[in-house]
């Protein structure tokens, strides 16, 4: 344990308590000069201190097991109330961290200043290399460069504490149903990334996924349709191992004999494709996924999760029926990256009639006249 934290009083870190907090808040918060970072109270107590957050509440006089909300408002030393919301938080953190899917599809969480944020698109359409013979001059192609502007929502719940609760219910237990609460908050977030994955951001839809189409409709969503998106995928430097779809076609994908039928032994002879294809594949079940069709993420280059503001907690007392209103809230968003890094396969269209769009068709680019 650190020598300097066995040597404080119960008394004097209690003191310190309220400035902790309303530094973490501010950290949260950010201002016109810094960026939201999202800091919890064990990472703070972790690095001022050296110690675990459980020693920092024995420290303070705390145990999470026995004591409710009353039992520390209650306590002699008014600063220790200071805490309260900053375990609230920390459970309904977890919560949001836990069944959510969007962070495990987003390339990056990047902290902003302000409800929009512009973010740059750069097409390489005509940058194409050209022969160039001695003492000839070197041709330019083009680069061109645009911006779009991403908005920001702010996203947020309240709930009730009676004072039954308050007076009764450890903490510890508290907790466990303020997870809940947080996996609410998450799947709020699901839904943004899902409509900028599918509908981009700008108003025209011009940021669409593109659709694509299977071989055969009557066959639906078959291996090789999976094959054909991941073959061009990899030719372009994608990598579609994430998926996305609702629950009927989550168990079409897992009745696929390719998925389900196991094989051993070796084949009669070997073929190693050098643009490589995935053996293996993420799904996240989602109702926001269209009927019949499958979501298909490059989640290094599909999202960006832009933060204006970290999770916040204020709180009021209701006198009348006898509860304390708790409100949550965080200012967020999402930005699209590339479209070619989302698509959807349909399995109730022909890719005869519905094919790769023109910005995923690699071949002329390969297909330079060097002559």
Known sequence: MNTEFAQLKMEDLRKELPEMVRSLEAYRQGSNNTLPIEVTLEELVQGKYGVSQDAFFEKLGINPKIDTM???????QQNIRWIVPEIIRAAITTGMRQAPFYP?????????????????????????????????TIPLGDVSFGQKSVSLFKIGKGFKLTDEVKNYVSIDVLGIYLRDFGIQLGYAMDTLAMDV??????????????VIGVYETTNGITYKDLLHIWVRAARMGRNFT?????EDQAIEMLNLPEFKERHSGTTEATLNIKSPVPNKADFYIHPGTPDQQLLMVDTSAALIKLTAKQLMLESERIVSNQTEAVYAS???????????????????KKFSEAGFPSFMNIDPYLLVNLE
Do not use: C, H, R, W
């Not at 009353?70 to 002699?76: A, L, R």
């Not at 990056?108 to 944020?117: A, K, P, R, T, Y």
């Open 70 to 76: 009353q039992n520390i408002f209650t306590m002699p």
């Open 104 to 136: 495990n599809i987003i390339a990056s969480d990047q902290s902003i200043n302000g409800l929009q944020v512009t973010m740059p698109m750069v097409n390489m359409s005509d940058a194409a290399p050209a022969k160039v013979n001695e003492a000839e």
């Open 197 to 210: 994955l599918m509908n981009g951001n700008k108003a025209d839809g011009s940021e669409s996924a593109p």
């Open 242 to 246: 994430t998926m996305i779809g609702g």
């Open 330 to 348: 965080l200012t967020t968003g999402f930005s699209k990256m590339y479209q070619d890094a989302v698509l959807l396969l349909a399995a109730n």
